[in-house]
């Protein structure tokens, strides 16, 4: 059976940048997945780090589950067409009552794709509700890129805090994108989207999947990306897909792929004032050391 977009989703996604909510599992299949997330994170004794939660499909079977799920691929060929790349993956966890959040911002600006869309199916493991901090966006916003700021800030999720400043948005028209466990939403790379402060007694666990036409072409240096459907003809460099192999085997195919992206992910701009490229090159260091060392520790 197909779960294709019609084309009134397609047509509201191209006006609004966004579509939700779309019912992708089970409440029964949300609740598992969720519940191997969690089984993980009690072997190792703490929440994934922010490396694991990149590219987590490179390491465990509930996010490889995903990221290939037909339900959602169905969902993004009606978008992108029938040959597409998982370009990387995000796990947003909020735990309850904590102060982290995301600034508004747009991906398009440091993601150095050259793609019609690269669209972000944002899955719900937990619910996400405006009280949790589920996603808020700015519909009709994906038309142009807005000037953003590195801020760095403290409780921030993204790598660099990057945000939007207020007098550039109409925050009267934001929209939180409310889920039920086991819904998506869909947006594109160009929209602006953050997120407030889980003040819930619950976490709130998303999965940010990144996916691109797989003839898109990859800026800067080399990177990695996963074939889900089709065939590629992008310029990116090919993952194995890792289900079914060792747990080191897939620790070095993931340490890999991220120091891939980290070579472009921390790399400043023309115009970057020297602590701001000072700043980047530390990130970068530590980020490839750590991947290194558990390159070597999974050798």
Same mark, same amino acid.
């Not at 969690?38 to 939660?53: A, I, N, V, W």
């Given at each position: ?34 519940? @191997?997330?969690? #089984?993980?994170? =009690?072997?190792?004794?703490?929440? $994934?780090?922010?490396? &694991? ?5 490179? /390491? ?106 207020? @007098?550039?948005? #109409?925050?009267? =028209?934001?929209?939180?994108?409310? $889920?039920?466990?086991? &819904? ?5 790379? /160009? ?109």
């Amino acid at each position: 059976m197909s779960y294709q977009l019609s084309q009134d989703q397609v047509e509201r996604y191209k006006i609004y940048g966004c579509l939700f909510p779309l019912d992708i599992l089970s409440k029964e299949d949300a609740s598992r997945l969720r519940g @191997e997330l969690e #089984d993980c994170e =009690k072997m190792q004794g703490r929440p $994934l780090d922010r490396l &694991q939660s990149n590219k987590s499909y490179l /390491l465990y079977d509930w996010a490889d589950e995903l990221v290939h799920h037909p339900k959602i691929l169905d969902a993004v060929e009606s978008i992108v067409g029938p040959d597409i790349l998982c370009y990387m993956t995000q796990l947003f966890t909020k735990e309850a009552g904590s102060e982290t959040y995301v600034s508004m911002h747009q991906d398009a600006a440091y993601w150095g794709i050259e793609a019609d869309d690269v669209i972000t199916a944002w899955v719900a493991l937990s619910p996400a509700t405006a009280k949790s901090g589920a996603m808020k966006v700015l519909p009709g916003s994906h038309t142009q890129i807005l000037e953003q700021k590195n801020t760095y800030a403290k409780n921030n999720l993204l790598s660099r805090g990057q945000e939007i400043a207020a @007098e550039q948005l #109409d925050e009267s =028209k934001l929209v939180y994108m409310e $889920l039920e466990p086991g &819904q998506m939403s869909l947006h594109h790379y /160009l929209m602006v989207h953050g997120s407030d402060a889980n003040s819930s007694d619950d976490r709130r666990i998303g999965l940010a999947i990144r996916y691109v036409a797989a003839s898109a072409k990859k800026l800067g240096k080399p990177e990695s990306a996963l074939l889900v459907r089709g065939k590629n003809t992008s310029n990116f460099i090919m993952e194995r897909r890792t289900r079914g192999l060792s747990q080191k085997v897939r620790a070095r195919k993931h340490s890999q792929a991220i120091a891939r992206q980290m070579h472009n992910l921390f790399e400043p701009s023309k115009d970057a004032a020297l602590g701001e490229r000072i700043r980047l090159k530390l990130t970068k260091t530590l980020g490839l050391t750590l991947s290194y060392w558990r390159n070597l520790r999974a050798r």
